[in-house]
């Protein structure tokens, strides 16, 4: 059982990534999925979050109007644009059973963590 996230890697200034978070030996509808990032000497923040449906989404304040989290069958995605050097971080999806809003507030009942995709963004 296990989360699997890709897409990382480096990209300029004003640029785009999209991250997917994967599932395997789970079904990823049961669970509220959360994109976290964690830069060196600080603390792991949440990104953003989306509800077993995909009807419920929240956003960290420095990433509204420029990510948009979506889920598809046993895949979840954060599409990132304008992305800024504030950006580069390592980026790791989980599931939890919780609402979006409080996974991404408290990052608790997190049942599953992905490895991490590192995202640098440099000119």
């Known amino acids: 059982l296990q989360l699997v996230e890709s897409g990382g890697g480096l990209v300029q200034p004003g640029g785009s990534l999209r991250l997917s978070c994967a599932a395997s030996?789970?079904?990823?509808?049961?669970?509220?999925i959360g994109w976290f990032r964690q830069a060196p000497g600080k603390e792991r923040e949440g990104v953003s979050c989306?509800?077993?449906?995909?009807?419920s989404t929240t956003y960290a304040d420095s990433v509204k109007g420029r990510f948009t989290i979506s889920r598809d069958k046993n895949t979840v995605y954060l599409q990132m644009d304008s992305l800024k050097p504030e950006d580069t971080a390592g980026y790791y999806c989980?599931?939890?059973?919780?609402?979006?809003?409080?996974?991404?507030?408290?990052?608790?009942?997190?049942?599953?963590w992905g490895q991490g995709t590192q995202v640098t963004v440099s000119s």
């Open positions: 989306i509800s077993t449906s995909g009807g």
């Open positions: 989980a599931a939890a059973i919780t609402t979006a809003q409080r996974l991404c507030q408290t990052m608790t009942r997190i049942a599953y």
């Open positions: 030996g789970l079904t990823l509808d049961d669970y509220t």
